[in-house]
């Protein structure tokens, strides 16, 4: 019996997410922090083409402030795609996906410097509108590390929107 014996495999799967917070509530933060991810990428992006090309009598410190800025952005991806991993679905990650998900438009060609600023000022800002329209559902189910999130997004936003702003005063 010993070469007949059936060997039983053991499968190991992982628990589904059970933190307190319903899957259809996760599902929607989820939706949300999606967007958030699109434009923060596309705002990483356009900072980062921005860095590369600007131009003129401003250029040294519009590439170090726009090098601040995106190396910022590239960290705080990274932060919110996790989170959504944590809350138990797959994060965004193709540029199909950012462009389907994003309200940041693409910036064709390299404008001037000022036009530059202008764009990343309105790219910061569409950041934090996003961010702001997640809190009614991540405070309806006392989702506090989210909340958190969202939190320090729209305060690093809200601070390089104001920055970007004042070179164009």
Do not use: C
């Amino acid at each position: 019996m010993k070469g007949n014996a059936v060997k039983k495999e053991l499968k190991i799967t992982a628990p589904p997410v059970d933190t307190g917070i319903a899957a259809k509530d996760r599902a929607k933060i989820v939706g949300g922090l999606a967007k958030l991810l699109a434009d923060s990428y596309t705002l990483y992006l356009k900072t980062h083409n921005f860095h590369w090309n600007v131009t003129g009598p401003m250029f040294n410190t519009l590439h170090l402030m726009f090098e601040t800025q995106y190396t910022e952005l590239w960290q705080a991806n990274d932060l919110i795609a996790e989170r959504i991993r944590a809350l138990g679905h797959p994060a965004p990650g193709t540029y199909a996906e950012f462009v389907e998900l994003a309200s940041i438009p693409e910036t064709p060609g390299q404008p001037p410097a000022e036009e530059m600023v202008r764009l990343l000022v309105e790219g910061n800002e569409a950041v934090v509108r996003t961010a702001r329209q997640m809190f009614p559902a991540v405070d309806k189910v006392g989702d506090e590390p989210t909340a958190d999130l969202l939190t320090q997004r729209m305060q690093v936003h809200e601070k390089n929107a104001w920055m970007l702003r004042s070179l164009l005063e």
